[in-house]
């Protein structure tokens, strides 16, 4: 009898998907648990629940009958409200968020999202990053996504000595046992409320930031597991650009913004022992901010392994990912070929290509799909979501990740028609 080993097996299966339209099948897990409620997404569950650890699917504002409100702050609650159901249904509450992502569509809502949000959260409030994105998948115009742990865990708010504090901001960090998440770090000087003079200030000026909150908590830089750098539309950051030359990552042509990011960036990681990352436009920040990064560290060194697999060479910005402990999060992953970047505008070769690189890095690690607990798909243009949604569901058996997914920017000069990040947490082998 032929015994094939996991990584053949997967290979198979996976091209199987290509050839014949079925799913793949990996292991199921013992120690993830689905967590339920009325109305779930295709292709998603509502949240997933992982060693304490919940990960919640984004969760839309919209009327029972799938109608998006005419009133947005409405549309706020109601996304909020969803997010509490999902929360409640694991026994937990908005006291027990750590780290929450906030999408809305209209740079002039974010004032009255905020009055809902500060009116409804409670008294212990996550990190919290708030982005301006190009579009949500059928038309609304909110959608929030979180990561919360249940009360075994030990909950610690992490402040910089001298940074704002009270009601209405958001905490620097939160620390549940040894892992911490990060509110948006954007470049203005915290103790001053200096604005950086130019776009390089103001990516050295968030990292700082960033480096100020993990000496607070007693790391560095080197605990860093995951960084998305979110950077405003390029006509925006143009606005303070100082230095030249787009530069090309995984093969996909960047922005000019982001090689001025990247060589500030790299100047604050070990060459090869990166934190995962997914860099990410999308339409406008917060304070007309032009960049910000939302992290996620890990207090013990011993515990966090770079995952990189033989085809990637190793990189100064990014790791394909950072084990930690049993948790993985992955860097964001296009439909590229490594050494010949994006060789097809079919979007459906392309998303096949995204989850082949995604499987390489899962596998480098000693994991599989089954083992993905949240995913973010960022589209180029959000009328592709009910599409990439039945072709992304068919490398799932079962059970579906926590999943969000968004149009990050207006830019379709792009080459990528999507991408992909994800976090998987290892589960008992059968």
Known sequence: ???????????????????????????????????????????????????????????????????????????????????????????????????????????????????????????????????????????????????????????????PQGWPEGPHVDPAGIQVDDVLYMSAQEGVDPLTKAIAADYASEVKQALDNVGAILKTANMSMANVVWVNPYMASTDAVMEKQTAPGPIAHNGQPQAPQASVMNNIYAGYFEFGNTPGRGTIQVVDLPNKSHIVFSCIAGADLGKRKSIRPRNMPPSPTASPGVLYGDTYYMSGKSGFIPDQGIVTPDLELQLRQSMRNLLDDLEEADLYFSDVVSSTVYLREVKDADQVHTLYGKFFKGRFPARTTLQNSFDMKTATDEQISMIAVRQPKH
């Open 1 to 159: 009898m032929i015994s094939l080993s996991r990584r053949a097996l997967a290979a198979i299966l996976f091209l199987s998907t290509g050839i014949c339209g079925g799913q793949v099948f990996g292991q199921s897990g013992g120690v993830v648990r689905v967590v339920k409620v009325d109305g779930e997404n295709a292709a998603s569950s509502a949240g997933l629940l992982a060693n304490g650890t919940l990960y919640v699917a984004g969760q839309d504002g919209r009327n029972a009958d799938g109608a998006v409100p005419n009133n947005f702050q409405l549309e706020v609650r109601q996304s909020l409200n969803k997010l509490q159901r999902v929360l409640r249904a694991a026994k937990m509450d908005f006291g027990d968020i750590a780290w929450m992502h906030v999408y809305i569509t209209n740079e002039r809502n974010l004032a009255a999202m905020n009055e809902v949000y500060w009116k409804s959260i409670g008294a212990h409030p996550p990190a919290r990053t708030v982005l301006v994105v190009g579009g949500l998948p059928h038309g609304e115009n909110i959608e929030i996504n979180c990561i919360a742990a249940d009360k075994s865990k030990h909950r610690k708010v992490i402040r």
